[in-house]
């Protein structure tokens, strides 16, 4: 959806939230001009934000690629890293849970990875991935969905999935002292197209799971568990139940570190979601959190959602039994071991079925203090398209609305976790008229800011350990010259 989006997008502006600031432009925002950076920059695909707060952005032009930083004691931003490469594009820049960074990139149909360290600079030279493949013909990488990156605080993990003629999906392990080998952990002939989703997740004794779904017709489920301090992969999918070939599929399962542990969520033969936990080698009895199908067969969760803040947890889902426009749910265990509850039901639909990276990218959900479920999604009830910020828990729902437009468009909206519990919210109203806010962790709204952009915000990044935040967007107006659209960046 806006990842894809990216792919044509010209220079765009970055814009990075701080504590707010009057500025010129009167807009609350800092402003720095982008070509101050360098004017071999031409596209920006990515940013990062790590623990300590420090933003990173990458910019790509047609001969390289560069990398400019802006640290937490509020800094300017600036360039303080170039890789000379061909027609490169980024495809992931993460931050690790050590504070370092990690950039994918693609050049001449390789995909290779590069180190960067806490303080956005490059470290050690380039890991090859993977080769010979076109993100336009019939033998490609497939991403976002099926490039991953899971990282705990001593190593990281990267998944990444091919299609041609074999179908592959690979794994490799980075931690301080190098690159493993690429592991095979699935690989098929067959020639019908598939798509993958994969979801990876550690937890605290540096143990990975990596669950791989398809669609499209190829829909079992595998998993593969890497346990603590191991280099070596191994098989760990849960007992296929009896009578059905798969444990589920893309639409029904979900992995995540939860109370600390490694924890999945999948469908069983009666397409109940069941929740176990991987203690390295062996998995929980599973227990089932959200019920079957319904009579006429259809699966009652779609693509469920773990969240977690440290004891408790909760699955939130999309219920297409009443129809495309299912209503938002959750279920909520209050403590480890205890029982999840009867589905509470949010205020509004959602706008269309989730699709994986509407999941990842999108959909926001947390705990408040007295355990209720709050949440940002948007909601398409009676062919009215609205943004949402809602709570739902045993005291019942309620709902602020941020926009509200006819004929099912909604504008763009993004959603950034920060320090104390808070969250940006960056959203454009029916008219295009762009504004940001801040939403407290019992789901209040505060004031919004207007912000004067020339082009909407593609997709952001920040840390819930930082108060540092950043946008990939369009270009502001400068001065007082409202005619006149610069790229800049903003913070």
């Known amino acids: 959806m806006r ?65 400019a930083r802006r640290t937490a004691n509020g800094s300017r931003f600036e360039t303080v890293g170039r890789l000379s490469l061909r027609w490169p594009y980024a495809v992931g820049l993460t931050a690790l849970a050590d504070g370092r960074f990690l950039l994918l990139y693609t050049s001449r149909r390789r995909l290779a990875a590069r180190e960067l360290d806490a303080g956005g600079r ?55 002292t190098g690159w493993s080998a690429a592991k095979v952990l699935y690989e ?42 191991s280099q070596q992969w191994t098989p760990v999918t849960p007992p296929q139940p009896s009578g059905r070939r798969t444990i589920a599929a893309e639409v029904g399962a979900t992995v995540a570190s939860v109370n600390g542990s490694i924890t999945a969520a999948w469908q069983d033969a009666s397409a109940a979601v069941v929740v176990s936990s991987w203690n390295g080698s062996t998995w929980t009895t599973p227990v089932q959190a959200i019920t079957g199908s319904s009579p006429g067969g259809i699966p009652v969760a779609v693509y469920p959602l773990f969240v977690s803040d440290g004891s408790r947890a909760a699955l939130v889902w999309q219920d297409d039994t009443q129809g495309f426009l299912g209503p938002v749910e959750a279920t909520i265990r209050s403590s480890p071991g205890a029982g999840w509850s009867a589905p509470l039901v949010f205020p509004h639909s959602h706008g269309a079925s989730w699709l994986p990276s509407a999941v990842t990218l999108d959909d926001t959900f947390w705990f408040t203090a007295t355990g209720a479920l709050a949440g940002i999604w948007v909601g398409d009830p009676d ?52 504004f940001s806010a801040t939403i407290a962790r019992d789901g209040t709204v505060g004031p ?23 946008l990939i967007g369009g270009g502001a107006h400068v001065g007082r010259n409202r005619r006149a659209c610069s790229p800049v960046l903003l913070w």
Not at 8 to 29: R, S
Not at 448 to 470: I, K, W
């Open 3 to 67: 990842r894809a989006g990216r792919l044509l997008t010209p220079l765009l502006a970055v814009l990075c939230v701080t504590a707010p600031a009057a500025d010129a432009a009167a807009t609350g925002w800092h402003v720095q001009s982008a070509a101050r950076l360098g004017a071999q920059l031409s596209n920006v695909h990515e940013a990062a934000v790590n623990r300590s707060g420090t933003s990173v952005v990458v910019f790509s032009s047609a001969h390289s690629m560069s990398v």
């Open 122 to 176: 490059f470290r050690g030279p380039s890991h090859l991935l993977a080769s010979r493949w076109s993100p336009s013909g019939s033998t490609g990488l497939l991403f976002p969905g099926s490039l991953v990156v899971g990282s705990d605080a001593r190593r990281a993990v990267v998944v990444w999935a091919t299609t041609g003629r074999t179908r592959r999906v690979e794994a490799a392990i980075v931690g301080r």
């Open 188 to 229: 098929t002939q067959s020639s019908q197209p598939g798509l993958y989703r994969v979801l990876v997740a550690s937890d605290d004794e540096d143990r990975f799971l990596v669950s791989l779904h398809g669609a499209n017709g190829d829909t079992t489920a595998r998993m593969w568990g890497l346990a603590g301090g």
């Open 383 to 434: 062919n009215v398209s609205g943004l949402y910020v809602g709570t739902v828990g045993a005291q019942g729902a309620s709902d602020t609305v941020l926009s509200q437009t006819q004929n099912g468009s909604s504008g763009f909206w993004i959603a950034l976790a920060r320090a104390g519990d808070l969250h940006t919210i960056v959203w454009a109203d029916g008219d295009g008229k762009q």
């Open 448 to 470: 919004s800011q207007r912000l004067h952009l020339c082009g909407r915000p593609l997709t952001g990044a920040s840390n819930p350990d930082a108060s540092a935040q950043v």
